[in-house]
């Protein structure tokens, strides 16, 4: 098997493989009684040059190893390469290597790695060392060569477990010098056991012993003696002095060099065992010495460059017989690589007996090699290796649709970055890349600029291999940034064909492809088209649960709720969760629940809509950072509106923190944000100090459901300061965003502004305008259940439904708005100044005629000790309208409260006193 494929992540087998145990194995009992007593602490550091036998002691231990009840001890290895010094690639190898054992193991860990944004060092390092604490039994884990990985990526992770160790795990480090981790600590702790050189070392004993079994004749004590002496113990010196003493008269020409210390024994001994192999075998071991790993048919590939006369599997045959040095991998045999000394030595002979053209063509050879196994990153390095950007970019290119329907940005991260930027400037597909990286991160004016270049570039130099297909995904990136800037026509011809023509493949630019034709048919006024496409396009691909099929569900509950359908909205929004969790999805997921959030936030349904938003902000490393941005937003609303005031800012304060992590600077989103919660705490003149007065700054966007919209934050400021031209500037900027609102048939918007057109007009003294304007909202919003959009507008709006609560149309709505309203004294008229304290503001004879007889009737039963709830169960009406009936009486009677209410009817002789 040459990959792993679990939860969409591909590795290469072989690393995960533990070494098979050379032949001629020497039992070594003072070593293992060392790694027994250490496997009760936290890590154990294996640390020698090459050649002393550090992964056979450790190999063949773990076949042995058992708990104190005699169960075997659970074990993985992990083959560590420079690929690994990427944090993610480890990251990636080290929960694979778990999985070996526990096929589940990590499941968070792993989405974080793969996330779309880049997680805290400390998160990945918590969430990891969790997961491990939960697995069900101890285990052991082998990281060898851990000398190879070079930056800070691994250690920094190791540092950081080391301050809490999973006690589940015990870490085995094989290298060959000392790694950077704070050793002293370990031992003061009793955490670290340590075997090294000294220790390694065969002693003339355990030298006898390994050459009595490996040759047909044992040698000499004092040859023996000698070489103990001269290589102090080097194991693989010892072995390959075996090749020369199996040679006819080889011991006495060994003896001879050994006693010469102006000989390099090592230096020596490698090109004695090269240089005694066949001419074939020697091609063999060169040529392939590129190779951190192979497999026959890779071989072939390279040693038949030139000599079709060679046959890898007989290579392999020999050298294995021989036991020079070759070690495999897995137990059918299929992949091998060298000892690492050996391989080392090999490429310093290659590079001095074939040059660099050679090499460079070998390498080539092996990318195109990687390439057609589906092993682009090994292909991509190789490619690199051989300095051919072109072959690089083309294995990119290839892979490319794999990995953006795993939505696998570290990945496609890590590729742009190892290709120069001038290279990519100059690159239409490459370009191409960055702007889905782009796209990964909510970039879109970046990604506009980027689709373009790639066209620019395009047209000025040789098009892509696959013109066709770079045409179709350019189209959809262009129907993204055409819908983003209102242009719902164009983003239509641009998407729509394009998704339907692109390969199949690509599941993951046609699902960005489907969502944008849905969206931009509903914004340009074909509602019913836009739901027969999506819903087609589910139809037909709903037995594959996918990103595909989660972005149609996606398209279709942002298209109910931009239509005011928030009922269609949130079955549709529950359907896309439910499935997103089951397929393992965050992305999906973390849409699903800010849907929701979104819609329970606007039905008052605050304990829902807060449960929904902290979900995504669970998922904030895994989903994209738009909806985590706006649920940190929502979170704030609901905080100030339940009165928890230093919680609501604190939201917005994490936001401006996630701001400058990710953009440098606070977006300007977040600014207006903080000033919206001012405003729902009644603090005006803090709320306009955070303000860009200047409105011409606004960026023209789409109204997509997200909880900050700048203009009409801007409007709400300005309406509710009202000083000078406040009013008719924050007129001017509804009418812009009510026009927008139309063009887009965004109804939820246009419900919006018309109630604050309605406040704006009343600002004016324009009454009966102020009613038509809010009339005509709660006429559009009837259906959708809204109730925080009012709500929020505070006391004039209350004051204002009111008014219009006897209009036919809307009186059950406003019904059902007005018991949301919280009972305060903002919400009345207040006293006529003018009058004495102790006056009435009406006299009673004109109450009489302002009373109606159900108002009458819930005045007498205020009187009572009964609840709101009861009153309304008495008279057979709901609570809603017993509460407004409750408000009218107070606005007719000029009074706050209900007590107040019934003394000054008992007063006034209309009741009887209670």
Known sequence: MITLTKSDMIVLQTKLNRPNVTKGLVVRPRLLKLLDSGYEGAVTLVVAPAGFGKTTLVSSWLQTAREDDGRPIPSTWLSLDEGDSDSEVFLRYFIAAIRVIFPDACPQTLKLVTARQHPPNHVLVDVLSNEIEQLPSRFIVVFDDLHTPHGTGLFSHLNSWLSHWPRQMHLILLSRFNPPLPLSSLRAKGLLTEIRSRELRFTQEEAMEYYSYILKSPPEKNAVALLQKRMEGWIAGLKMASFSMSADEGTDELTSVLLDSDVFISDYLVDEVIKSQPTNIQQFLLKTSILDQFTPSLAEELINQGNADCDAHQCIDYLEMADLFLISLDKHRGWYRYHDMFRDVLRQRLAAAMGAEVIRELHSRAAEWFAVQNLPDLGIHHALEAGDLSLAVGIMEQS???????????????????????????????????AFNHGFRWELAQLDRAVTRAEEISAKREPPDDPEVFRKLTAILKGQAFYHANEFEQAVACTQDATAQLPAEWRYVRGLGAIYTGLSLQASGRPDAAAQYLAGQYEANRDNVDSFTLRLLQAMSINYIQAGNYESAERMARTMLRQARQAGLPVMEGWGNYLLGYIHLEWNNLAEAEQFFKAVISLQYTTQIAVVRSSMMGLGHISMILGRREEAFHFIDQLSELDLLNRGQEQLDTIFSRARLMLLDDDVEAAEKWVYLDSSRF???????????????????????????????????????????????????????????????????????????LIRSVELARHGRFIRTYVNMGSKMQKLLTQIAGHPPVTRTVDRILA????????????????????DPFDESDLGERLTPRELEVLVLMAEPISLKAIAARLHISYATARRYTINVYSKFGVHSRWEAVDSAVRRGLISPP
């Open 699 to 773: 960026p023209d966007k789409t109204l997509a459901p997200w909880m900050e919209c700048i203009p009409m934050t801007m409007a709400r400021i300005l309406i509710a300061r009202n000083k000078g031209n406040d009013t008719k500037t924050a007129l001017r900027i509804l009418n812009e965003t009510g026009e927008l609102a139309e063009r887009s048939h965004t109804t939820r918007a246009l419900i919006d502004v018309l109630a604050l057109r309605a406040l704006a007009l009343l600002n004016l003294g324009d009454s009966a305008g102020a009613r038509d304007a």
């Open 820 to 839: 949301a309203f919280p009972v305060t004294e903002s919400a009345f008229p207040s006293p006529d100044p003018s009058l004495p304290p102790s006056a």
């Open 400 to 434: 490319l649709a794999e990995i953006l329907n795993h939505e696998d940005r570290p990945t496609l991260e890590r590729w742009l970055r190892s290709i120069p930027l001038a290279y990519i400037d100059e690159s239409p597909m490459l370009t191409l890349m960055t």
